[in-house]
């Protein structure tokens, strides 16, 4: 087993505008990091840009730029976002990157040398305008193939081909036996069935005369390689995998394998699913070393796919100057379960927002800081007593909060782990109507009662505090700043009783504005 948790995310194409989407995939991933480090666990994070193929060679062409500095632009926006977005990974895994290329290059030589390639023609349909070839499925109604493919020539091709098929039964029967190799466990049926139907191998060569931007097969420099190919090896490559020493790269056997590589739906199959998995084993990775897929869904928009032809992407960084990168990390976890597709609407945005985090939790921690001020000159008393009555008003306890979020956070349910927080910061708020510490304030016999109340409050807040960190790292660091509670956020702190007798709280300063709706909102 290794000994430092290791998560990735997809590499997002460097030539597509960062949406949502892509924000979602990398603040989830962020999050599951986040924890490991607040239960004190070793976490490594990778992540990257996936810079060849034919769409950076023609967007590049189009511009008049050489592909690498259009790819070396592109990558500036995303890296750029993932600053603002407070996504902190330990690995940029750039595929244009000559540690990557020496890999890929290793890599290729190796199956080639054990004769898991080889060299064929191949006759067909080919598209001039969408540089590619065509199968049947791409026909019409009529059996042709339509105008939106332009000129269609027939063609002979050779290229080279990975042995795929080769593996398969190996692959059903891995599925079969690894149950946590896909997450959520619904989408391993596709995926079976997937690899059922799976008959030929891999073209993993495109000719340079029609695609020059990718690495270069070492045995046959007529050819690069398929862009697939190359990405997915980011995965080890960036991990140490055949590093040469001095590389300060990290050391592979301690990541590998990954606990998850976070992944979209739609890059299940074939890529991750069927290519990949066939790909490690073909290298001699053991079925124990081949990591878990964990496959998140859509966001969509009014039902419809976020494309840039539909003009519906909405741009992330305008959101998170709208309302801050806290409330959009918050809304992109609250409001979708992890592995199912969700609706965006900044409408919901801010109503979460203002109702779980400004109503309720900013609302808790300035009303307790506030009346710990006017009733105790912000001095915490220790209850006396474990107050029968306190515990009768108290609601759920700070433990159950904290079981049902741990168990959430590790089985990757975020929303949950979430809402296990929020309904226990209500509860708290409850707590306050049922005890009205401003009529116990006013009976000196309720003296300690009201001092258990406030030690109540403020215990939970600090819990609370410590359960935010991973989503609002910003505003948990701000109540903590407001308990005057100093220490490392840590899990195992989020305990009953930390607190000690005579702790002084801070000043209670407003730590959620509500959001208000932008003349610019597209609701
Ligand atoms: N470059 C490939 C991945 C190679 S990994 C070896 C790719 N890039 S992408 O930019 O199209 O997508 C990057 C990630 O964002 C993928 O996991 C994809 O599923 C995810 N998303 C893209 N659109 C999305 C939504 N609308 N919603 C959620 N995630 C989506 O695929």
């Known amino acids: 087993m290794p000994d430092c948790t290791f998560y990735t995310t997809a590499i997002d194409y460097t030539n597509a505008a960062p949406h949502i989407g892509h924000a979602y995939e990398k603040v989830l991933t962020d999050v599951l990091t986040r924890f490991e480090k607040l239960r004190t666990r070793e976490v490594y994070f990778l992540t990257g840009v996936d810079q060849h193929g034919q769409k950076v060679q023609q967007s590049a062409e189009k511009e008049g730029l050489a592909p690498q500095e259009f790819a070396d632009r592109c990558t500036a926006k995303f890296l750029s976002l993932w600053e603002t977005l407070g996504v902190q990974f330990d690995g940029w895994a750039a595929t244009t990157a000559p540690v990557h290329k020496t890999v890929v290059g290793k890599i290729l030589q190796r199956l080639h040398d054990e004769g898991q390639l080889y060299k064929q023609a191949h006759r067909g349909f080919y598209s001039v305008r969408q540089e590619q070839f065509l199968t049947d499925k791409e026909r019409n109604e009529a059996g042709e193939f339509g105008p939106e493919w332009g000129q269609v020539v027939e063609l002979q091709e050779e290229n080279w081909y990975f042995r795929l098929a080769q593996h398969r039964d190996w692959l059903l029967n891995f599925i079969d036996s690894h149950d946590s190799f896909v997450v959520p466990s619904f989408r391993r049926p596709e995926l079976r069935n997937a690899v059922e139907r799976l008959s030929g191998d891999l073209c993993i060569s495109r000719p340079k005369s029609r695609l020059t931007w990718g690495i270069e097969l070492p045995f046959d420099p007529e050819y690069v390689t398929y862009v697939w190919f190359d990405a997915l090896i980011n995965y080890i490559s960036f991990a140490g995998y055949l590093a040469e020493a001095g590389s300060g790269l990290p050391d592979f056997n301690r990541l590998w394998p990954a606990r998850a590589h976070v992944i979209g739906k739609d890059i299940l199959i074939p890529a991750h699913g069927v290519y990949w998995p ?246």
């Open 278 to 523: 066939i790909m490690l084993h073909a290298l001699g990775f053991s079925d124990d070393q081949i990591p878990t897929l964990l496959v998140h869904g859509w966001w969509n928009i009014g039902g419809a796919k976020i494309s840039k032809s539909l003009g519906n992407t909405v741009d992330p960084a305008v959101l998170v100057e709208r309302y801050g990168a806290e409330a959009l990390r918050y809304y992109l976890m609250a409001d979708i379960t992890t592995g199912k597709d969700a609706d965006f609407s900044e409408e919901r945005l801010r109503m979460r927002f203002n109702e779980e985090l400004a109503n309720n939790v900013g609302n808790l921690l300035n009303r307790t800081l506030n009346m710990a001020l006017r009733y105790r000159s912000s001095v915490l008393r220790c209850p006396a007593v474990d107050d029968t009555s306190l515990k009768a008003l108290a609601g759920p306890e700070a433990s159950s909060a904290l079981n049902a979020y741990t168990q959430a956070m590790e089985q990757y349910q975020v929303d949950a782990a979430l809402r296990a927080v929020v309904g226990f910061a209500r509860a708290c708020n409850q707590l306050i109507e049922a005890s009205a510490p401003w009529k116990l304030a006013k009976d000196p016999a309720q003296a300690e009662l009201l001092d258990a109340v406030l030690y109540h409050l403020a215990e939970s807040l600090r819990i609370i505090g410590i359960l935010l960190v991973p989503v609002l790292p910003d505003s948990a660091r701000g109540i903590f700043q407001q308990l005057n509670w100093p220490h490392p956020a840590r899990l195992e702190d989020a305990t009953w009783g930390k607190l000690p007798e005579g702790h002084v709280l801070g000043t209670p300063t407003p730590l959620f504005p509500r959001l208000e709706a932008s003349p610019e909102a597209a609701d």
